[in-house]
């Protein structure tokens, strides 16, 4: 069983790296019929029928599940999915994984000493060095990425801020759960904490991400993590910034919009003539090679 010693309700799911999501899987996955499967336990995580029956097409549903869950709440915690097995009696899964479930524990709480322990300096855009060499700090950033090295990759970077948050969920929900099968980069529930935020950010948009989706709204303009973000982001490669940048309006603003980004063609959510459309193009622009 995992440790009672540690607050499992503190540590956020992101915590669990991709050995115990495998596992949970080899459990979950298979249907059931005297056992809780992936189904109860999304009923219990209080996703509704056609959600559910959506994630029947994952290869990986409990993945899948995990991942939408942990992205719906800053809530969510491995105490709370540790509970919902437990209600669920399948103590059998809370016991084989527990060790593992504590040894996830113990490095998260290690990379937060560390990270308080060790200052992180701003990353000043002008001097970015795009050809700077990959390190083990770059390698251990998000939930999948590979133990042996292999990074991550995404189709997009969604930059937006904690506010818009609840329209980059139904994003997910669109791209990512439906026919186009998307991959995005969601900061909050892709990345693992421990390290310093503007070298993942970095990393992330220049490596990692074939694109990046800009969330455009008032709180956006006030955001010193998007001003970052969009500004490193078109420092990258002046010639192909068209490519690179989607700016995407989904609710009406009472500021300007941002003259950094005049000059792309916008996905503008709040134009009812074009609201049918918004999520047909928006997929075949994160689909281009």
């Not at 113990?106 to 970015?128: A, D, F, G, T």
């Not at 251990?140 to 042996?148: F, K, N, W, Y």
């Not at 989706?213 to 956006?220: A, G, L, N, T």
């Amino acid at each position: 069983q995992a440790s009672c010693e540690m607050n499992l309700e503190s540590v956020p799911l992101v915590a669990l790296n991709m050995s115990v999501r495998r596992k949970l899987g080899l459990y979950l996955n298979p249907r059931q019929t005297v056992a809780a499967d992936w189904m109860t336990v999304a009923e219990e995580m209080d996703f509704t029928y056609l959600e559910i029956r959506n994630y029947e097409a994952f290869k990986d549903p409990t993945k899948k599940l995990l991942e939408d869950w942990q992205a719906r709440s800053a809530e969510v915690s491995v105490g709370k999915l540790l509970s919902i097995l437990t209600k669920l009696e399948r103590t059998d899964i809370v016991e084989d994984l527990g060790p593992m479930i504590d040894e996830d524990v113990r490095k998260y709480y290690e990379s937060l000493k560390k990270k308080k322990e060790e200052p992180c300096l701003p990353l000043q855009v002008p001097e970015v060095d795009s050809c700077a060499p990959r390190t083990p700090e770059t390698l251990g950033l998000t939930t999948q990425d590979d133990p042996e090295g292999l990074p991550e990759k995404f189709d997009a970077f969604i930059c937006y801020c904690k506010s818009d948050f609840g329209f980059v969920y139904e994003m997910i929900r669109e791209l990512e759960q439906t026919q186009y099968k998307l991959k995005l980069c969601v900061f909050d529930r892709d990345v693992l904490p421990g390290s310093c935020v503007w070298t993942i950010t970095s990393e992330l948009i220049e490596r990692r991400c074939k694109r990046m989706v800009v969330v455009i709204s008032d709180e956006y303009l006030e955001s010193e993590d998007c001003d970052f973000q969009t500004k490193f982001a078109l420092s990258l490669s002046p010639g192909a910034r068209n490519k690179r940048l989607i700016p995407v309006i989904y609710k009406q603003m009472k500021k300007p919009f941002p003259s950094i980004l005049r000059f792309l063609t916008v996905c503008d959510y709040t134009r009812p003539c074009t609201q049918a459309w918004f999520w047909v193009r928006l997929a075949k622009a994160l689909s281009l090679p």
